[in-house]
């Protein structure tokens, strides 16, 4: 007899019904006659409205079997398993209510499938994206396609724009910007950037997107001062921790950050490619040459099929691989470029446009042009404080790239500043002149030395750092201990990360830290606006070329941002 039968009794009106001895509750026992009755609901029943009866039952059930496997010298079976009732089948068959956690799960990572990979909303309409979500889960109900674009991106915006906030309400010491503007291809629209970045408190380097709003009308300077001041209202941005703004060399862009009372700063990777065009792309020879070979990477960038047959025949000859630059900007365009590279860069450059080598047969012009260019291009780079004093605070540059000038005005400046405990105003950090001259005794030698090798940029960057300079550093009264030994030590190598020396070292220099986490927070190129307009051209694409500017700022935002705060 059934342990179940502890816990029911047989109805004294009917035989096919059983009555639940703690409920006194009805049930049926699943058949006409005594050959078809069963247990199942009765066990069903005991699982659902009493489980610690339940238990008691399986408890029993296991126990019986056990006795009976001794008596009959076997191995007890395991407790058995009801058979699922037709309850258990209508249930595992019934659809998710829409705000069933389970659904809610599932359409939340279905909005993240939209931000994060660039997918039309359209796709909820697809029929192969439909039966894959039916396959996975048919108990889910496809919301449809408005559903996603009006509630639940402004949804997920809100939550994402919510941990922004929470992220910009932290101790942060200098906050650095980049901006730009995009124009689509495919619809008459144009979006206004805005980046963010800043050194945390562990001295990581922190990067978010604040805006990519639509900007319409007129570009002018009035417009994008406007514009800035609502994006800094809306994030509830103190200006007095904004450390600098990096944008392109247009003139309204300057005239903007004039406007706005910020301390604006030209993207080197622009200024760059402007010597370029002047010393090189102005002689025709040079122009067809870099047109041709433009071409030439830009046929290998989009054809894998080439690249893979030139990757053969370098294995056939047995020449390294290498892939292709289509332009000359990469190092000061990392993730990790800082107004601190500036002037080594351009020290480093000029210098190896300086070097005579057996190589320069046929281009020694246009060296020289392009030297000339990128002087008159940054000829008050090495005289702006701000890339003084980062350049300074970068561990592996120090003042090693100053003259004996600029090196006392950057002290003084740097010691100004660790005295009064806050940034120097604009006022407070004059442009420098410098002590030396650009056709020093020491840049005509360079420019005589016969090389026997062709030298490269990285040489130049070992060059510079190796020489030993005329100059002392004075201990005066005024210069602390902290400024005095970190300058005294020998710089670390290029390739380690300046940040993390300061991570393990501001336990020694500690307040020169606290103005690293400021200076080396500004990036050098405005860059990462350039690439967050590169995802919205696959934003806003020819599927989605109606796509709203509000709804494509939110996607954008929230594709940039939403990995910040995702769970490994």
């Not at 079976?77 to 209510?97: G, H, I, Q, Y």
């Not at 405005?526 to 939110?554: G, P, Q, W």
Request: net charge positive.
């Amino acid at each position: 007899m059934s342990a179940v039968w502890k816990h029911f009794k047989v109805s004294e009106k009917e035989a096919k019904t059983a009555v639940c001895r703690h409920c006194s509750a009805e049930l049926s026992r699943g058949g006409a006659s005594a050959k078809t009755y069963s247990t199942s609901s009765l066990i069903y029943h005991l699982k659902s409205r009493h489980p610690e009866h339940h238990a008691e039952y399986e408890k029993d059930t296991a126990a019986a079997a056990a006795t009976a496997a001794v008596k009959r010298k076997i191995a007890p079976p395991s407790p058995r398993t009801p058979t699922p009732s037709v309850a258990d089948f209508l249930e595992k068959a019934k659809k998710f209510t829409n705000h069933s956690a389970k659904a809610k799960g599932i359409t939340k990572r279905i909005m993240e499938f939209f931000a994060l990979d660039d997918q039309p909303f359209s796709v909820v309409e697809d029929v192969g994206f439909r039966r894959l979500i039916d396959h996975i889960e048919p108990r889910y109900t496809m919301p449809s396609r408005r559903y996603f674009s009006d509630v639940c991106l402004p949804e997920m915006y809100n939550v994402v724009s919510s941990h922004v906030h929470e992220l910009l309400a932290t101790d942060i010491a200098a906050l650095s910007f980049t901006i730009d503007i995009w124009s689509s291809d495919v619809s008459p629209t144009s979006m206004l950037s805005l980046t963010a970045q800043w050194i945390d408190t562990d001295f990581k380097l922190q990067k978010i997107v604040l805006h990519s709003q639509e900007f319409r009308g007129s570009h002018t300077a009035i417009a994008i001062s406007e514009a800035f001041a609502n994006m800094f209202d809306t994030w509830r941005i103190d200006r007095s921790k904004v450390h600098a703004v990096v944008s392109d060399n247009a003139r309204n862009m300057a005239k903007a950050m004039e406007d706005s009372d910020l301390k604006g700063i030209r993207c080197m990777a622009h200024t760059i490619q402007l010597a370029v065009n002047e010393g090189l792309l102005s002689q025709r020879s040079i122009a067809d040459v870099v047109a041709i070979g433009r071409k030439i990477v830009g046929h290998f960038k989009h054809s894998p099929l080439a690249y893979a047959r030139l990757q053969s025949i370098q294995e056939q000859f047995g020449t390294p691989q290498k892939r292709f630059q289509q332009d000359i900007t990469k190092e000061i365009s990392s993730s990790d470029a800082s107004v601190a590279d500036v002037i080594p860069l351009l020290a480093a450059l000029k210098r190896l446009l300086n070097k005579e080598a057996e190589t320069d047969h046929g281009v020694k012009t246009t060296k020289s042009a392009l030297l000339e260019a990128v002087s008159t291009r940054f000829s008050q780079a090495d005289s702006e404080p701000l890339y003084c004093i980062a350049t300074v605070l970068d561990p592996r540059y120090k003042d090693h790239y100053l003259d004996v000038g600029k090196k006392l005005r950057t002290r003084e400046m740097i010691q100004a500043e660790l005295d009064l405990g806050k940034p120097l105003s604009d006022g407070d950090g004059q442009v420098m002149h410098s002590a030396g001259d650009e056709n020093s005794a020491e840049s005509k030698r360079a420019r005589t030395t016969d090389e026997p090798r062709t030298v490269s940029l990285s040489d130049m960057f070992d060059e510079i750092l190796q020489e030993n300079y005329p100059f002392a550093r004075q201990r005066t009264s005024s210069t602390t201990q902290q400024l005095d030994g970190y300058l005294s030590e020998v710089p670390i190598s290029r390739s380690n990360n300046p940040l993390e020396f300061w991570r393990i070292n501001q336990g020694r220099f500690p307040d020169l830290a606290q103005m690293a986490r400021r200076y080396l927070s500004a990036p050098c190129t405005s860059t990462d606006s350039e690439r967050l307009f590169s995802a919205a051209s696959h934003v806003i694409d020819e599927k989605r070329n109606r796509l709203s500017c509000e709804k494509a700022e939110k996607l954008l935002f929230i594709k940039k941002n939403l990995p910040l705060f995702l769970k490994k």
